[in-house]
């Protein structure tokens, strides 16, 4: 969480006095008046308001027809809520390298691709910017759906598109430790009406659309969904939130270049596809070997709390997503993508050491968290911090 104060908490009290937290019209439609917002702000025809990026996800492709017998393929450094979303709508998900970048590699995804093939998730992870010129021109070879994950890169662009507004569809995450956020909550962003459509009807119980007219023009027949509706409070706070997206994101950016910069001459940094779009939420140092990389992170930790290796990242990492490597995808057999009928002929070899690429990236790399409010006394005294922790003056 970056910002967060008084704003908000107006906007929760103004809620909480009109006695109606709920999502309807005779309330003061925050959920409602964020999605236009958010429309307008990151230049998409639709956004949906969810109780999480997750929902946002499984939605996207429950909407898009996705499920058993189907495979999507997703990179091997993402937090595991990514292939747990592909898992619950009855598909397989097919784990690809991630390229010097830390995104997604299209190469690598390519030989992934299979007939059965229905969708790529590129992630925008920890900001980073995905190579979206290639991601699509896969899926435009191949017939697959593009579904952005943004979870973690809320106002990030590529080539000066939003991100997440690139493919058919992509989600945006709102907990704490997110750009904006209101702890728990999510969006679907898309600009494809029949997409939209399902998504509505799926993430609110069949669609019971509580703003009266919502739903007025759909042609789609219901059919049974979820309950992924956020409530007034949460989309108050996110309106607060998302006027200072902006504002975050210039402080970040500016940080990053700032220590980027000035440290050229002495350390080495992971390339970006997109160095203007990129969220400036880390700084990347790459080190020639994991010793390298877990000596400037020791040497730093005391000034640099946040300071840390993406190896050591648990559950954002493949080899650690344990319900998926060792393939329990629900509690009931006939729920479990794992064991179902439609998939018995495709379900991977999943192996710990599948993806030695990306292992050997995230060992390598150190990510410095930034801060939009660093003053200039601290950012002297972190810079001085980084330059005496340099391996090489070991
Ligand atoms: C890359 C990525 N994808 C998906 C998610 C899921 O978002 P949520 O926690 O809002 O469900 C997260 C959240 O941490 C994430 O980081």
């Excluded at 998504?199 to 309950?227: L, V």
């Excluded at 007034?232 to 270049?257: F, S």
């Excluded at 596809?273 to 990129?278: A, I, S």
Aim: proline share 5%; glycine share 6%; with cysteine.
């Amino acid at each position: 969480m970056y910002r967060i104060g008084q704003e908000e908490i107006n906007a929760v009290a103004e809620v909480i006095q009109s006695k109606m937290l709920f999502k309807v019209n005779n309330g003061l439609r925050c959920a409602e008046n964020f999605e236009k917002e958010g429309c307008a702000r990151f230049g998409t025809k639709h956004m949906i308001l969810m109780t999480s990026g997750n929902a946002a996800l499984i939605s996207a492709m429950t909407a898009l027809g996705i499920g058993p017998g189907d495979e999507v393929i997703v990179p091997a450094y993402t937090y595991i809520a990514t292939a747990m979303a592909v898992v619950a709508t009855g598909a397989i998900p097919v784990i690809a390298e991630v390229d010097e970048t830390l995104t997604i590699d299209a190469a690598d995804a390519e030989k992934k691709i299979t007939p059965r093939t229905k969708a790529i998730i590129p992630v925008h992870i920890m900001g980073f910017i995905c190579d979206m010129d290639a991601i699509c021109a896969l899926a435009q070879k191949y017939g697959l759906y593009v579904i952005e994950d943004a979870c973690q890169a809320i106002g990030g662009t590529y080539h000066g598109k939003n991100v997440g507004t690139i493919g058919i569809a992509g989600a945006h995450s709102y907990q704490q430790a997110k750009i904006i956020t209101c702890g728990e909550g999510g969006a679907l962003l898309t600009s494809d009406d029949d997409l939209y459509q399902k998504a509505m009807i799926y993430h609110d119980s069949n669609g019971i659309a509580f703003f009266g007219n919502q739903m007025d023009s759909f042609t789609m027949e219901p059919f049974c969904g979820n309950e992924f509706r956020i409530d007034e409070v949460k989309a108050a706070i996110m309106r607060e939130q998302l006027k200072k997206l902006d504002p975050i994101l210039q402080d970040l950016r500016r940080n990053k270049k700032e220590f980027m910069d000035e440290l050229k001459d002495e350390y080495t940094f992971i390339p970006s596809h997109d160095p203007e779009g990129d969220c400036g939420v880390a700084i990347p140092f790459f080190f020639d070997t994991e010793e390298d990389a877990r000596y400037f992170a020791d040497a730093v930790k005391p000034t640099i709390m946040g300071a840390h290796l993406p190896i050591d990242t648990d559950r954002h990492i493949y080899c650690n997503w344990t319900p998926i490597m060792e393939k329990r995808g629900a509690m009931h057999p006939a729920m479990d993508p794992f064991k179902m009928d439609a998939n018995k002929d495709h379900i991977p070899d999943y192996r710990k050491d599948m993806c030695p690429k990306t292992l050997a990236l995230l060992s390598r790399t150190v990510y410095f968290k930034v801060n939009p409010d660093w003053t200039e006394d601290r950012k002297a005294v972190l810079l001085d911090a980084i330059r005496k922790a340099n391996p090489k003056n070991r």
